[in-house]
Structures are given as structure tokens and as C-alpha cells.
């Protein structure tokens, strides 16, 4: 028997943005690797999905290089106000 299936189908986490404070790096929500904006070489993870509303960025998927999972990036909106509102 095989067990094999550490990730369930469908199981994703959401991470806020706005809660994050620092560099924007952040541990993964299942296995705690931590995930940062500045590491570009997609070995600690791998972007899935954008989205993308009036040519600016609303949400962004990635997966977690080491357990797999799903986290969706939520808060961009928020974030880029925040920064022109300093």
C-alpha cells in the first residue's frame, strides 16, 4: 500500500498580506518552511496561479516545494495602499 498522499485534494491555505510584517516572508501554514518574496529560484516554492484586476495584482498561488501545499496569497490590494498612504 502506498501512502503517498500527504496533501489532500483541494486543501489550500490563505495567508494574509497585511498581517505580515518585515521582508513579506513567511513560514508555509503545514510544514513551517519559511517562503520569501526575495528567493526568485523556485526551489522552496513555485508560483501556481496569478490574478490579476485592472492591471494590478489581486491574488497570487504558490506551492510549497517541500510538503506540497497549496497557499493562496490574499491582502496585495491592502498592502499597496498601505504604502501609499506613508
Known sequence: ???????????????DLTTIEG???FPCPKCGTVI???D???????IVDTKIVN???VELVVMCGT???TIKLAGFQQ????????
Open 1 to 15: 500500500m502506498m501512502k503517498k498522499a500527504v496533501v489532500k485534494k483541494g486543501e489550500a491555505f490563505t495567508v
Open 23 to 25: 521582508d513579506g516572508a
Open 36 to 38: 520569501s518574496p526575495e
Open 40 to 46: 526568485e529560484s523556485e526551489e522552496v516554492y513555485t
Open 55 to 57: 492591471d494590478q495584482l
Open 67 to 69: 510538503c506540497g501545499s
Open 79 to 86: 498592502a499597496m495602499e498601505g504604502l501609499t498612504n506613508e
